[in-house]
């Protein structure tokens, strides 16, 4: 029922920034929590950053302090601002909901690659 689109994947330098979009077919108001996981060639999809229906961040280690997960719910839009990129940030970036206990969804993903 709900479709996530991603986009504002490119291709960037080392220190620059990328700000990711997840657009919703549906209202993002009631679902518990959104987040951003991504998957680099040869590695495990790892979750990357979550915020919940009250606004509780979290975040993978390696990113905090670098990157900041928004929602607007009044645009059913998630958002990642990922700063100060790496080398090792390079992969693709999934939108994730889980809209209830029972029902969760992904995005097709955007590639983000950085350049050293």
């Known amino acids: 029922q709900v479709q996530l689109v991603e986009s504002g994947g490119d291709l960037v330098q080392a220190g620059g920034s990328l700000r990711l979009s997840c657009v919703s077919s549906?209202?993002?108001?009631?679902?518990?929590?959104m987040g951003w996981y991504r998957q680099a060639p040869g590695k495990q999809r790892e979750l990357v950053a979550t915020?919940?229906?009250?606004?509780?961040?979290n975040y993978l280690n390696s990113v905090k302090g670098r990157f900041t997960i928004s929602r607007d719910n009044a645009k059913n839009t998630v958002y990642l601002q990922m700063n100060s990129l790496k080398f090792e940030d390079t992969a693709v970036y999934y939108c994730?909901?889980?809209?209830?206990?029972?029902?969760?969804?992904w995005g097709q993903g955007t590639q983000v690659t950085v350049s050293s």
């Open positions: 994730y909901t889980q809209a209830n206990l029972y029902d969760d969804y």
């Open positions: 915020i919940s229906k009250a606004g509780i961040t």
């Open positions: 549906g209202s993002i108001f009631n679902m518990r929590s």
